[in-house]
């Protein structure tokens, strides 16, 4: 049966490198028989603003909808964005704001017991960056990565064993030759994803 592979690229800009990425994704997994849908954020119709926080709820865009079938049809959901101000950018922030909400991503039954809607997913975090990795790993920690791992994905279910990342750094000044190198790993990371189970 074809492995259900969900790409999700942060970036607002269809010429980027995240882009390329997301596509040199999608390449391999599907090379190897995947199933994949897209969500390309940047190109969704939504307010990006949770105007009421949890308090009262917002009326869901149908793009929104539409990405949450997406993800509850998943089994292994991608993350393609660029490193800005060590977090993601605003409009990914407000797509995780608007979609990860109680009884979509998570909810509690009467016993107050936590439900977790994405347990038994994995998933892959690929970030790009004008930092070197090494400052970003061992000077600032890692932190949207440890964002999106701990603080989102498991505790919505997905175990952190089951979250891998890759990380490119001085993405900016890299070479095209580079950067295809790049790419050509990241179509191989989707051949191997597509076929594991």
Request: aromatic share 12%; glycine share 6%.
């Amino acid at each position: 049966m074809a492995k259900k592979i969900l790409i999700i690229n942060g970036h607002p800009d269809k010429d980027s490198l995240s882009y390329a990425i997301a596509g040199a994704y999608e390449k391999g997994a599907a090379a190897n028989g995947a199933e994949i849908k897209k969500i390309n954020i940047g190109e969704l119709n939504f307010d990006l603003n949770l105007k009421f926080g949890y308090k009262k709820d917002m009326e869901l865009e149908s793009d929104l909808k539409d990405s949450i079938e997406k993800l509850k049809w998943a089994e292994h959901v991608v993350f393609v964005y660029p490193l800005w101000w060590g977090s993601y950018p605003a409009i990914m922030k407000g797509f995780i704001d608007r979609v990860f909400l109680p009884d979509i991503a998570f909810t509690y039954d009467k016993n107050s017991k936590k439900e977790l809607i994405l347990r038994n997913k994995s998933a892959r975090i690929i970030v790009t960056m004008e930092q070197p990795v090494w400052y970003y790993k061992f000077i600032c920690r890692s932190p949207s990565i440890n964002q999106l791992k701990t603080s989102t994905l498991s505790f919505c279910g997905v175990k952190a064993k089951h979250v891998k990342s890759t990380i490119f750094g001085s993405a900016l000044s890299t070479s095209q030759q580079k950067r295809e190198q790049w790419l050509l790993h990241i179509e191989n990371l989707g051949k191997t994803e597509a076929a594991a189970r």
